[in-house]
């Protein structure tokens, strides 16, 4: 069985860290996938015969990493899924990515087109057929002077596809190790994090808040000193 790391379980919920190249739920390539692997994990731990039940609430990215929540019931699905369309539910993300920005902070507003064909988003004029707004604020906690590397850190107003990948872009500010989006970094994993989840409990209605790092080596060294 994989190596799952959880942050928090209970009846209702079960908390982990999503590690990079793992995709959220199964897809074509069927490789294994987070939800595979921790009903897996709650099959061995709590001895069940036959299929575990497990909700997906929300999906990182393939390439990235970080905090996820699962629900463990239907009831909790149900509830948690009804924050997540509320704004409830909230996700804060961690990046590093090309140049310094004229602003410490600020909010990027596009219009993203999503292309199915080719799997990707683009920034888009809003009377273009299908476009759908997309909003978040970034604030800058550190820039490297040598590397030319800004870390930020994102609040997602709108959940739209691939969208702090295309809106940095879109900015020049592309992240590092973006293989669709970037300019630098080919080849090296994308340095965008889910590092923060706020929710309430979906029976206690308790705030609730969840915090993974990842490892402050390679591009995400940019991270040692820091209080976050």
């Not at 009377?127 to 997309?134: D, P, Q, R, V």
Request: aromatic share 8%.
């Amino acid at each position: 069985m994989q190596k799952l790391n959880v942050i928090y379980e209970d009846n209702h919920i079960i908390v982990v860290e999503k590690q990079p190249n793992i995709p959220s739920q199964a897809d074509k390539t069927e490789d294994i996938d987070m939800l595979t692997i921790i009903k897996e994990y709650l099959k061995e731990k709590y001895n069940k015969p036959g299929n575990v039940y497990l909700g997906l609430v929300h999906r990182l990215d393939r390439p990235v990493g970080g905090v996820m929540v699962f629900a463990k019931t239907s009831k909790a699905a149900s509830r948690l899924s009804e924050q997540v369309r509320e704004k409830i539910f909230k996700k804060e993300y961690l990046a590093v990515v090309d140049g310094e920005f004229e602003s410490k902070c600020g909010t990027l507003e596009d219009y993203l087109y999503k292309d199915e064909r080719n799997n990707i988003s683009k920034v888009v004029n809003k009377e273009k057929k299908n476009a759908k707004i997309a909003k978040l604020d970034y604030m800058v906690l550190k820039y490297n002077e040598v590397k030319k590397l800004s870390l930020v850190k994102i609040n997602l107003h709108t959940g739209r596809h691939h969208q702090i990948r295309v809106q940095l872009a879109n900015a020049e500010h592309s992240i590092f190790g973006d293989q669709k989006y970037g300019i630098r970094g080919k080849g090296k994993q994308i340095a965008l994090w889910a590092y923060k989840l706020i929710i309430q409990h979906p029976i206690t209605k308790e705030e609730m808040t969840f915090k993974v790092l990842p490892e402050d080596n390679g591009t995400w060294c940019i991270l040692r000193d820091l209080n976050i």
